[in-house]
């Protein structure tokens, strides 16, 4: 079992509707009872505990810890699934991960991809992040909302969304001034591992490749701050053709 201790990761957890639970309470601080009253407003079940014994569950407790099964590994729909329900929708942006392994990474790339509207997060289904609880309270509970789909080759997921329309732009320092790019419509961003960047097979199969203009001495910025940014110029150019 995965305990969650974070107030946001537990209380966006709560609101979800996933399943989860129970409850383990402590000792309740002011924000603790509000997380105390969701839970009950939405028939969690609450569990009393020492605090001793919350310490052994799940040292880096707040006074309360939620319960849930691990489920960093699985997927949220197919894209096979995804596809079939796009029907004429023009503008889906999916983010697709090749080998992000660090879970503070993972999960805060989540959290950019729930501010900024990502409808799908892919990710081969092996050799990608873990940790449930890491990525949940690095995200900020964002996982809960994120819909996430796992394949298990991604050059054949990438020419099943070519073949929906999609234009697929791979992250690169090297590339084109993503500002100059027109990144509007159905489109899927691939970003590449911390070290390696994107494989050699999934940098083939990109339409092109998107770079953020940098001032900076050292190589290049953190994947997950890469996310952020080139996410929200995707949602910024979409805002602005409306």
């Known amino acids: 079992m995965i305990y969650l201790t974070g107030f946001h990761a537990i209380e966006e957890r709560i609101k979800s509707g996933l399943s989860c639970g129970p409850l383990f309470v402590a000792k309740s601080g002011p924000r603790a009872k509000e997380i105390v009253t969701l839970a009950i407003d939405n028939k969690i079940r609450l569990e009393r505990i020492g605090t001793f014994d919350l310490d052994g569950l799940a040292p880096d407790n707040r006074g309360i810890a939620l319960q849930i099964e691990d489920e960093s590994r699985k997927a949220d729909v197919s894209l096979e699934n995804f596809i079939a329900d796009l029907g004429d929708r023009r503008d ?10 660090d879970p503070h990474n993972y999960g805060a790339i989540l959290r950019s991809c729930d501010q900024f509207g990502v409808d799908l997060v892919l990710c081969r289904n092996r050799r990608n992040a873990k940790h449930a609880a890491v990525i949940s309270q690095t995200s900020a509970g964002a ?23 999609f234009w697929i732009y791979g992250a690169d320092m090297e590339g084109d001034h993503v500002y100059d790019k027109d990144i509007t419509g159905r489109i899927a961003l691939v970003l590449g591992s911390e070290g390696g960047g994107i494989s050699r097979l999934l940098r083939e199969r990109c ?6 203009p940098s001032l900076g001495k050292i190589d290049s910025l953190n994947v997950s701050v890469a996310a952020g940014i080139l996410l929200y110029e995707a949602r910024r150019q979409r805002i602005n053709n409306k």
């Open 92 to 101: 889906v942006i999916v983010l697709i991960l090749d080998e992000i392994t």
């Open 143 to 165: 996982v809960s909302w994120v819909a996430q789909a796992e394949e298990p080759n991604l050059v054949r997921a990438i020419e099943n969304l070519k073949k929906e329309g």
């Open 207 to 212: 339409d092109g490749m998107v770079g953020i």
